[in-house]
């Protein structure tokens, strides 16, 4: 298993362009989210998937949008890229909390730099 | 919603010296704490974990323990060796809930 799999690892946009992050699983995992880290910050979620279909927004959802249209795929969308933006995004998924397994396995990170 | 606080944003040790991180938890509803270590330039990777029903738990080198009236839960590293050196995540979920809440880490430098 390839467990979690992000591209592009690295990204320069310019101010007001769009881009999407992809992030892929093959442990079918209903559970997958997608986390922010800056210095000092630590790890921010930004919205997470229970399941395709299915997205919430987490703890800093302004400007970025996802879908979940399969069980694998969980692509993170920024529609008009701010400095702001600038950061190391994370991937993670893990297996249905109905069962109470709380473990995140993370993609390996995708860093964006927004001049 | 869930608020995490860790502390201390630093810590220093000598090798062979024991570290102590600690984090506090808003959301009384949490049940789930577990903690990630995050080496340089690489993803974050859980390390041990604890569930609301059990004060501490041990592996290896490693422990944690819960205080839940308190709202604290806490990373104890003994023997500390150079390549416990990384960043360490607290987090915390709340029963029957889905987001994963994360404390700021903790950078820890373990001198040889």
């Known amino acids: 298993n390839a467990g979690v799999t992000q591209t592009p690892k690295f990204q320069v946009l310019k101010t007001g362009q769009s881009m999407t992050l992809q992030c892929a699983q093959d442990m079918n995992h209903e559970y997958m989210s997608w986390y922010r880290q800056d210095p000092g910050m630590g790890l921010r979620l930004i919205h997470y998937s229970v399941g395709a279909g299915i997205t919430d927004q987490g703890e800093v959802p302004n400007g970025y949008n996802v879908s979940r249209s399969t069980t694998e795929d969980f692509p993170l969308r920024l529609l008009s890229a701010a400095p702001s933006q600038t950061s190391v995004y994370f991937c993670?998924?893990?297996?249905?909390?109905?069962?109470?397994?709380?473990?995140?396995?993370f993609g390996e990170g995708s860093r964006l730099t927004v001049l | 919603g869930e608020n995490v606080e860790q502390h201390p944003s630093t810590l220093s040790v000598q090798e062979g010296d024991s570290a102590v991180i600690k984090c506090t938890y808003s959301?009384?509803?949490?049940?789930?704490f577990p903690w990630y270590k995050q080496e340089l330039g690489k993803r974050p990777q859980l390390i041990i974990d604890i569930r609301s029903n059990v004060g501490e738990k041990k592996d290896q080198r490693i422990a944690v323990t819960l205080n839940k009236t308190a709202k604290h839960f806490s990373l104890h590293i003994t023997e500390t060796q150079p390549e416990d050196s990384a960043v360490y995540f607290c987090?915390?979920?709340?029963?029957?809930?889905?987001?994963?809440?994360f404390g700021a880490g903790t950078r820890l430098f373990v001198k040889a």
């Open positions: 993670a998924s893990s297996m249905d909390r109905g069962l109470d397994t709380g473990e995140l396995f």
């Open positions: 987090a915390a979920i709340p029963t029957g809930g889905f987001k994963t809440i």
């Open positions: 959301d009384s509803a949490s049940n789930y």
